[in-house]
């Protein structure tokens, strides 16, 4: 807690209590002796620190809340950049298996003793080959777009 930030906020409540209508009437139809006057200026210093401590509490809450906001941020870019990966890194995936099964077709026809036996397969093992689905996965790139939007927003501010 800033003592100094305190210290300026229990004086402004005090100063905009002093400044009452309630304490203005409270002066003039009344007349406090020494001990009733004391006691009720207590009252109100009392009252006055329990609130610039509610001030603090509030200020410190805000502060808390902001930082958490960071953090949620800062998750939310990492979210972001491991679903961009994942959506880019799923065709280079299908495309490195496509290639290795490819070559390991190759290895196949070239250590064959019979190639008769090839070619009756050779159709069959091509096409489960070209059957994997080398696509780009694009249903998902609006919603990255506007999710890295909405980030780069809450980053700026």
């Known amino acids: 807690m800033d003592i100094k930030a305190f210290t300026t906020n229990l004086q ?11 304490i203005k009437d409270a002066n003039i139809q009344t007349s406090f002796t020494g001990d009733k006057k ?8 009392t009252l006055a620190s329990s609130t610039a401590l509610k001030l603090e509490e509030m200020e410190l809450s805000w502060y808390a809340a902001k930082a958490q906001n960071k953090i949620q941020l800062a998750e939310a870019l990492k979210s ?22 490819y070559v390991g077709f ?20 091509l096409q489960a080959i070209n059957d994997i689905d080398i696509t780009r996965i694009i249903g998902y790139d609006p919603v990255i777009v506007e999710i890295r939007n909405d980030i780069q927003k809450q980053i700026k501010e």
Do not use: M, P
């Not at 004391?38 to 210093?45: A, G, H, R, S, V």
């Not at 190759?106 to 093992?125: K, R």
């Open 12 to 22: 402004s409540i005090i100063d905009t209590f002093y400044k009452t209508e309630l």
């Open 80 to 101: 972001l950049v491991q679903s961009e990966s994942i959506a880019k890194g799923v065709e280079s995936n299908a495309r490195i298996n496509r290639a290795n099964c």
């Open 106 to 125: 190759l290895q196949v026809v070239a250590n064959a003793q019979e190639s008769s036996a090839i070619g009756s397969h050779a159709s069959n093992c």
């Open 38 to 45: 004391q006691e009720f200026l207590k009252d109100i210093l």
